[in-house]
Nanobody, 124 residues
Framework: QVQLVESGGGMVQTGGSLRLYCEAS????????MAWFRQAPGKEREFVAG????????YYADSVKGRFTIDRANAKNTVSLQMNALNPDDTAVYYC?????????????????WGQGTQVTVYS
Protein backbone atom coordinates (compact mmCIF):
# COMPACT_ATOMS: atom_id res chain seq x y z
CA GLN A 1 0.00 0.00 0.00
CA VAL A 2 1.43 3.34 -1.05
CA GLN A 3 1.64 5.96 1.65
CA LEU A 4 2.99 9.52 1.62
CA VAL A 5 3.47 11.12 5.02
CA GLU A 6 4.26 14.80 5.41
CA SER A 7 5.79 16.46 8.44
CA GLY A 8 7.43 19.74 9.41
CA GLY A 9 4.46 22.07 9.26
CA GLY A 10 3.67 24.54 12.02
CA MET A 11 3.25 28.18 12.90
CA VAL A 12 5.89 30.76 12.09
CA GLN A 13 6.16 34.52 12.06
CA THR A 14 6.40 36.50 8.84
CA GLY A 15 9.93 36.26 7.49
CA GLY A 16 10.57 32.93 9.15
CA SER A 17 11.42 29.54 7.68
CA LEU A 18 10.10 25.99 7.76
CA ARG A 19 11.22 22.76 6.16
CA LEU A 20 8.63 20.24 5.10
CA TYR A 21 9.38 16.55 4.66
CA CYS A 22 7.53 13.82 2.83
CA GLU A 23 8.39 10.16 3.11
CA ALA A 24 6.95 7.62 0.71
CA SER A 25 6.44 3.99 1.56
CA UNK A 26 4.93 0.99 -0.14
CA UNK A 27 6.98 1.32 -3.30
CA UNK A 28 9.97 3.18 -4.70
CA UNK A 29 9.40 6.41 -6.59
CA UNK A 30 12.95 7.08 -7.73
CA UNK A 31 11.82 7.22 -11.38
CA UNK A 32 8.83 9.49 -10.75
CA UNK A 33 8.45 13.24 -10.61
CA MET A 34 7.41 14.56 -7.23
CA ALA A 35 5.88 17.83 -6.15
CA TRP A 36 4.41 19.96 -3.40
CA PHE A 37 0.99 21.55 -3.69
CA ARG A 38 -0.89 23.73 -1.24
CA GLN A 39 -4.48 24.60 -0.52
CA ALA A 40 -5.64 27.64 1.40
CA PRO A 41 -9.17 27.86 2.84
CA GLY A 42 -11.71 28.53 0.10
CA LYS A 43 -9.15 28.20 -2.66
CA GLU A 44 -8.15 25.59 -5.21
CA ARG A 45 -5.20 23.32 -4.58
CA GLU A 46 -2.26 24.87 -6.38
CA PHE A 47 1.16 23.77 -7.55
CA VAL A 48 4.06 25.03 -5.44
CA ALA A 49 7.19 23.18 -6.53
CA GLY A 50 8.19 20.07 -8.46
CA UNK A 51 11.29 18.00 -9.12
CA UNK A 52 12.18 15.45 -11.78
CA UNK A 53 13.28 11.90 -10.99
CA UNK A 54 16.97 12.84 -10.81
CA UNK A 55 16.56 15.89 -8.61
CA UNK A 56 18.53 17.98 -11.09
CA UNK A 57 15.55 19.83 -12.58
CA UNK A 58 13.22 21.80 -10.34
CA TYR A 59 10.15 23.91 -11.07
CA TYR A 60 8.42 26.57 -8.99
CA ALA A 61 5.29 28.65 -8.94
CA ASP A 62 6.08 32.31 -9.49
CA SER A 63 4.77 33.14 -6.03
CA VAL A 64 7.47 31.07 -4.30
CA LYS A 65 10.38 31.34 -6.73
CA GLY A 66 13.52 32.46 -4.94
CA ARG A 67 12.08 31.65 -1.51
CA PHE A 68 11.32 27.91 -1.65
CA THR A 69 13.62 25.05 -2.58
CA ILE A 70 12.53 21.50 -3.37
CA ASP A 71 14.90 18.57 -3.18
CA ARG A 72 14.66 14.80 -3.03
CA ALA A 73 16.63 11.88 -1.70
CA ASN A 74 15.84 8.83 -3.79
CA ALA A 75 17.78 6.54 -1.50
CA LYS A 76 15.40 7.50 1.30
CA ASN A 77 12.26 7.85 -0.88
CA THR A 78 11.79 11.39 0.44
CA VAL A 79 11.12 14.85 -0.90
CA SER A 80 11.57 18.08 1.06
CA LEU A 81 10.54 21.69 0.73
CA GLN A 82 12.64 24.40 2.33
CA MET A 83 10.53 27.53 2.76
CA ASN A 84 12.18 30.84 3.55
CA ALA A 85 10.90 34.42 3.85
CA LEU A 86 7.42 33.14 4.62
CA ASN A 87 4.47 35.52 4.58
CA PRO A 88 0.79 35.17 5.50
CA ASP A 89 -0.10 34.39 1.86
CA ASP A 90 1.82 31.13 2.27
CA THR A 91 -0.63 29.92 4.90
CA ALA A 92 -2.18 26.68 3.64
CA VAL A 93 -2.22 22.93 3.96
CA TYR A 94 0.77 21.60 2.06
CA TYR A 95 0.60 18.27 0.27
CA CYS A 96 3.32 16.18 -1.29
CA UNK A 97 2.43 14.17 -4.36
CA UNK A 98 3.93 11.67 -6.78
CA UNK A 99 3.27 12.09 -10.49
CA UNK A 100 2.44 9.53 -13.11
CA UNK A 101 4.79 9.14 -16.08
CA UNK A 102 3.01 11.65 -18.30
CA UNK A 103 1.05 14.87 -17.95
CA UNK A 104 1.96 18.36 -16.87
CA UNK A 105 3.88 18.72 -13.64
CA UNK A 106 1.73 21.74 -12.80
CA UNK A 107 -1.60 19.93 -13.09
CA UNK A 108 -2.90 18.19 -9.96
CA UNK A 109 -4.61 15.63 -12.21
CA UNK A 110 -1.13 14.28 -13.03
CA UNK A 111 -0.69 12.98 -9.49
CA UNK A 112 -2.28 9.67 -8.43
CA UNK A 113 -0.58 9.61 -5.04
CA TRP A 114 -1.06 12.25 -2.32
CA GLY A 115 -0.14 12.70 1.29
CA GLN A 116 -2.61 13.75 3.98
CA GLY A 117 -1.22 17.28 4.18
CA THR A 118 0.53 19.36 6.81
CA GLN A 119 -0.65 22.75 8.01
CA VAL A 120 1.57 25.81 7.60
CA THR A 121 0.42 29.00 9.28
CA VAL A 122 2.32 32.27 8.90
CA TYR A 123 1.31 35.12 11.21
CA SER A 124 2.25 38.77 11.03
Amino acid sequence: QVQLVESGGGMVQTGGSLRLYCEASGRTFSSHRMAWFRQAPGKEREFVAGVDWSGRNTYYADSVKGRFTIDRANAKNTVSLQMNALNPDDTAVYYCAVANQWGSLYNKGTYPYWGQGTQVTVYS
